[in-house]
């Protein structure tokens, strides 16, 4: 649930422990994060240990944090308007990661977002549409976040810590708590932790930008293809079995993209990213 200082404070049921790790993690280079799902021992006296890091289904490499079911991306439709190319990399870093990605559209009381929202909806990305005063779309996602691990990011200004509030209100009082413990400042500390909140596991990341997910996670540009669901009904049927649905004769994802079916923006996300990637050797992706 939390890591502070080589201590790890687990979930067993009902019952929360503070264990060390054991030195064979540090030689092996994998210590638990945030979100392990560990095996623990407990004596009778003197503390705890984590024994055994079970599989992980993804991990971040920052903020630290594994077992991630939702990522949240947050994006305001005006202060700052929506950048497609960052919503996109971290949508395609979600679905690399095996993480659902979905989409929130915040300040539709100064702006509409319906145009934002229709591009994510047709791509088969789960969209919600949050400002203050619209209790019906926050109510439906916390719905879809119940029983769920979350992560929340968003560039700064876009309204990730209002939608936080407006979701879990207890979950500002409880960082305000950490943070004093540590004495730092509540916007500084770097400390992740999970909270469980009306049935769903939310991490508290503070810092967690979009600038974090750009940097460490860098997608091959054969996987990349995999990692926009709007291209999954047209993939295998270009003309040639190497297409990179850039400007290929005979590519099914093009043909969808002239018929409407995908999203200019979102195409012109991925071939932004296809070119990033598409002269780097695979050692140079770890």
């Known amino acids: 649930m939390k890591s502070i200082g080589g201590f790890y404070y687990v979930r067993c049921e009902n019952t929360e422990y503070e264990c060390k790790a054991r030195g064979s993690f540090r030689k092996s280079g994998s210590s638990p994060v945030v979100g392990d799902r560990v095996k623990i021992s407990v004596p009778d006296d003197g503390f705890c240990a984590v024994e055994e890091i079970l599989p992980r289904k993804n991990k971040l490499k920052r903020p630290a944090l594994a077992n991630i079911d939702v990522l949240v991306i947050v994006c305001s439709t005006v202060d700052p308007k929506p950048n497609f190319t960052i919503i ?35 791509s088969g990305i789960a969209v919600f549409q949050c400002a203050p005063g619209s209790a019906d779309e926050a109510q439906a996602l916390l719905g879809y976040l119940r029983g769920k691990v979350s992560a929340f990011t968003g560039n700064s200004g876009v309204g990730k810590s209002t939608l936080l509030n407006m979701l879990f209100p207890e979950l500002e009082l409880q960082t305000g708590q950490i943070s004093e413990k540590l004495g730092r400042g509540r916007h500084t500390t770097r400390v992740v932790e999970l909270f469980e909140q009306n049935g769903c596991y939310v991490a508290d990341t503070p810092g967690f930008s979009t600038v974090d997910l750009q940097r460490y996670e860098m997608i091959d540009k054969e996987r990349l293809q995999y990692c926009f669901p709007e291209f999954e009904d047209y993939l295998g049927q270009c003309q040639f079995t190497s297409c990179a649905h850039i400007c290929e004769k005979g590519c099914a994802v093009l043909e969808a993209l002239r018929e409407g079916k995908i999203a200019p923006t979102r195409h012109k996300s991925y071939v932004a990213m296809y070119e990033e990637v598409k002269d780097l050797k695979p050692w140079q992706f770890k």
Request: proline share 3%; glycine share 2%.
């Open 88 to 122: 996109d990399k971290m949508t395609a870093a979600a679905v690399n990661n095996a993480m659902t990605p979905v989409i929130v559209v915040s300040k539709n009381d100064l702006q509409n977002g319906d145009e934002v929202a229709e591009i994510y909806r047709k």
